[in-house]
């Protein structure tokens, strides 16, 4: 019976997984909390009904104990299907151009920065969306932009030059001065890594772009996985690589920018050695034609890589408006003379 019980309590969650997939759906509200994925909690589920069932065989009826360790195997069904029920699986409600392409993030924490690898964000007051609803958005906005001449991707630095998912996005004058009457696709959003704009490189949709100038800004978020994960600040750098050369693939004469990461907020010391270090990685790699970096230490941050109070608000999270001139002067700068 707690068996049965089991199972149809599992299928139930998974069931729930699957509704929560479809994010998408304007009636449904996703709730606030995931819990963690791991390929342990399959395990532990069957361990725990195993458990219950030895029990009931044994005619050793505790209530407690039992309700422990059903409570536990529901638990752990929940992430065991929550993991089952992945990017690819959560895709198959998508339309078919992103449905193929979505990959779980590789058990080896070196192989996540350059693995295409979706997000998975849950509810965002932020974005009013899970990340892959926020995706979907995006993806309507590239639809309706397919001429533009200016793509830029990445974190929360580049959405400052205007939010895409933005029903007007509102760049900053100096940037405004320079993009002129060029349209501008922004597919930045907070939080990014380097393996979900890979991820979104990948997709369909991206293929009917024709940019002639490719601004990228990632790498900061990645840092969280060197002190949670060990994730070497090197295999971030080669993240940052991976994503240049895969937007040269799919453009090989668009001129690209990249943003040197930058933090915000107030950063604990080891972030900022971690920073330090992944700036000595990203100046040993190779320069090729036609992709410049920018440095913005000096001009939006001090010394350490750290977001200028003066030129940040909410508690230092985002550029406040003479931050966002900032930033769309330095770039400006940068592109001077492109056509």
């Not at 800004?217 to 080669?238: D, P, T, Y």
């Not at 270090?277 to 992709?291: N, S």
Request: proline share 8%; charged share 15%.
């Amino acid at each position: 019976m707690i068996i049965q019980l089991q199972k149809l309590i599992s299928l139930i969650f998974a069931i729930f997984l699957r509704c929560e997939s479809r994010h998408d759906h304007p009636s449904f509200s996703p709730p606030a909390f995931r819990l963690p994925t791991t390929p342990q909690n399959s395990g532990l589920a069957i361990t725990c009904a195993k458990v219950c069932a030895i029990m009931h065989r044994m005619n050793q009826n505790n209530t407690r104990i039992c309700t422990v360790l059903l409570l536990s195997a529901c638990l752990a069904g929940i992430a065991s299907a929550a993991d089952v029920l992945g990017p690819e699986e959560v895709l198959a409600t998508k339309p078919a151009d992103t449905a193929a392409i979505a990959k779980r993030r590789p058990a080896d924490p070196a192989l996540w920065p350059i693995t295409p690898t979706a997000g998975y964000g849950g509810w965002s007051k932020t974005t009013g969306s899970t990340w892959l609803g926020s995706h979907t958005k995006l993806e309507a906005v590239a639809a309706a932009s397919p001429s533009a001449e200016i793509l830029l991707l990445g974190d929360a630095l580049p959405t400052n030059l205007g939010n895409g998912l933005e029903a007007t996005p509102t760049p900053p004058a100096s940037w405004k001065k320079y993009i002129g009457s060029r349209q501008v696709l922004n597919l930045a959003q907070p939080g990014e890594n380097t393996e979900q704009v890979l991820w979104r490189l990948k997709c369909a949709f991206i293929d009917h772009l024709s940019p002639r100038v490719v601004i990228i800004g990632v790498g900061a978020n990645n840092l969280v996985a060197v002190e949670r994960h060990k994730v070497s600040v090197a295999a971030i750098a080669k993240g940052i690589e991976t994503v240049i050369s895969t937007v040269r693939s799919h453009w090989p004469n668009v001129t690209v920018v990249v943003i040197e990461p930058l933090l915000m907020g107030r950063p604990k010391p080891a972030q900022r050695e971690n920073l330090a270090a992944l700036q000595t990685a990203i100046d040993a790699l190779p320069r090729i034609p036609g992709v410049t970096f920018v440095n913005p230490r000096g001009l939006l941050a001090d010394d350490a890589g750290v977001i200028r109070t003066d030129l940040s608000g909410y508690g230092g999270l985002l550029l406040n408006d003479a931050g966002r001139e900032a930033l769309g002067a330095a770039l400006a700068a940068a592109l001077k003379g492109q056509p």
